[in-house]
């Protein structure tokens, strides 16, 4: 495509092309028939600068507030709606467990989870550490342990999931321009958007932005900042000689949560598929950086900090570090999305998102919330905590808890 033509005139376009941005991209083009959309991208489809990569990542129905849950079980949905069209399966449901020590803040963390699950219906089972070792003898057996597993949980392909999406977003005519930095956001005399590019200039109706890191590069040029605190966060994937033992096919995704003082907070594992790993995380446990200044180089002692606790806890996943990669998250003081228009600032017709560093579970149907947006379309899902007004954006001594807490103590049903 040659900016320069007279084809510079779009109806929407969407800033950043990554797992969330990528989903708008494909429900715009899809709902819009006839209409023009444009989906730009600061580097390469599927590059593995941002926060959207690599093969693997949880999706689950836990989680520490009911509206999550029920957007979860909107994620199930429009995943299965993006395998039903393309005929490719991006979620593996391997099941999924949340796994704690008794008397901790981690226990605390996941009757949060039960409740919030309870709330909306959903199925789980309850075990102790004989009965965890006896479902998956994989763990070392532990009197003190409480888990909880429910079924539907496991993964998601993300960079299979993002291609997919890409790829129907053109068969519904969508065009994609990489390599092309939005450089402002602004309004012509006759009331369209005009997005300037180091490509050149284009028009529009409306624009979506999910820029991941570069958010507010994107954003500032409408009048909005949004306060993200930028890390380097990373996974490290081990050569279990027991791959059987840890296939996606035998077992689950599992989150131990290890209580917000702790320093590993949020521990995620996810079981061998793609590749021949077995895969690691500790959430939210990188250092602070900018989308320029991030090294792509691993921190050797979080390597180490996830050997001990598989050593601990799942010690046959453990063999030769194949490789630890690095990736992006950008969050929000309370950890929470951001999914609003930048009406307060006189750009209604903007839409902004920022994924806090847990969205890609729910990339499908955060796709399809923002096109509504787009649209003028009714969102059939709660998105009122994650607006631009609330504290966490406006307040500058808001206290960042990166760590998602329940949001009740209601006692989980038994």
């Not at 969407?14 to 730009?40: D, E, P, Q």
């Not at 593995?48 to 949880?58: A, M, N, Y």
């Not at 068969?171 to 602004?186: D, P």
């Not at 369209?192 to 529009?204: P, W």
Request: some cysteine; aromatic content about 10%; hydrophobic content about 35%.
């Amino acid at each position: 495509m040659d900016p320069a033509d007279e084809y510079y005139e779009y109806d929407y376009i969407v800033v950043g092309c990554g797992g969330v941005g990528s989903s708008a991209l494909y429900r715009l083009a899809k709902n819009t028939r006839g209409k023009r959309v444009l989906g730009i991208e600061q580097f390469e489809l599927g590059h593995d600068h941002g926060g959207s990569q690599d093969v693997s990542r949880i999706i689950r129905y836990a989680y520490h507030a009911p509206y999550c849950v029920s957007l979860a079980a909107g994620a199930y949905q429009a995943w299965a709606e993006v395998e039903e069209e393309s005929g490719i399966q991006l979620v593996h449901k391997c099941g999924g467990l949340d796994v704690a020590e008794r008397g901790t803040e981690g226990e605390e963390s996941v009757r949060g989870y039960r409740v919030a699950m309870d709330s909306v219906g959903i199925k789980y089972e309850v075990l102790d550490g004989y009965q965890l070792h006896k479902k998956f003898p994989s763990f070392v057996p532990k009197a003190t342990r409480v888990a909880v597993f429910q079924k539907d949980g496991g993964l998601v392909d993300a960079a299979l999931a993002n291609a997919v999406h890409i790829q129907l977003a053109r068969k519904h005519g969508a065009e994609t321009l990489e390599n092309t930095i939005v450089k402002q956001i602004s309004r012509d005399q006759d009331g369209r958007l005009r997005v300037s590019t180091s490509q050149g200039d284009f028009r529009c109706r409306k624009v979506v932005i999910a820029a991941g890191a570069w958010i507010n590069d994107v954003t500032n040029s409408v009048g909005v900042n949004v306060p993200v605190t930028v890390t380097q966060e990373q996974v490290s994937y081990f050569g279990t000689p027991h791959m059987k033992e840890f296939s996606h096919k035998r077992f689950p995704t599992v989150v131990f949560h290890c209580g917000v003082s702790d320093v590993t907070r949020h521990v995620y594992t996810l079981p061998i598929y793609s590749n021949s790993g077995f895969k690691i995380g500790i959430d939210a446990a990188g250092k602070a950086v900018t989308a320029k200044s991030r090294t792509y180089l691993p921190d050797r002692a979080r390597v180490q900090t996830a050997v001990d606790i598989l050593r601990d806890n799942l010690p046959r996943s453990l063999g030769p570090e194949l490789y630890t990669k690095t990736c992006l998250y950008t969050m929000t003081a309370d950890r929470e999305f951001v999914v609003d228009t930048a009406y307060r600032t006189g750009y209604p017709d903007v839409v902004i998102c920022c994924g806090a560093g847990h969205v890609f579970k729910f990339a499908s149907v955060m796709g399809k919330i923002l096109a509504n947006l787009a649209l003028d379309q009714d969102v059939p899902y709660d998105i009122s905590h994650w607006t631009l007004d609330r504290p966490a954006i406006t307040d500058p001594n808001y206290q960042k808890q990166h760590v998602l807490t329940p949001k009740d103590t209601v006692t989980a049903k038994l």
